[in-house]
């Protein structure tokens, strides 16, 4: 069983930056496809971008792809989303998830979740 952990979310003005970060608990983490998913209220839950055990690979949401970046340290058990020139309309909840059953770019069948971490960006 692997537990996710979220931060560094909040409140940030439209342009701004923040980095999220995912800690998992285990002594296997690389062996994981991590993604990060948002649920903004009232929409489903999007993906955003997933990177592979290794790292080497890594897709995004169109909505996300030239301003956020997935990257992963698997020395610290723990996947980042960089974001970049946010908008109103990444206003949601993240959410980070691990995937024991192979990288598949874009799925959304993950084993674990966090709990999530909000982010609103004010315009």
């Known amino acids: 069983h692997v537990q996710l952990v979220e931060s560094g979310g909040g409140l940030v003005q439209a342009g701004g930056s923040l980095r999220l970060s995912c800690a998992a608990s285990g002594r296997t983490f690389s062996i994981y496809v991590m993604g990060w998913f948002r649920h903004a209220p009232g929409k489903e839950r999007d993906f955003v971008a997933d990177?592979?055990?290794?790292?080497?690979?890594?897709s995004y949401a169109g909505s996300a792809k030239g301003r956020f970046n997935i990257s992963r340290e698997n020395a610290k058990n723990t996947v980042y989303l960089q974001m970049n020139s946010l908008k109103p309309e990444d206003t949601a909840v993240y959410y980070c998830a691990a995937r024991r059953r192979g990288y598949a770019p874009r799925t959304d069948e993950y084993d674990y979740w966090g709990q999530g971490t909000q982010v609103t960006v004010s315009s």
């Open positions: 990177i592979s055990g290794g790292g080497v690979s890594k």
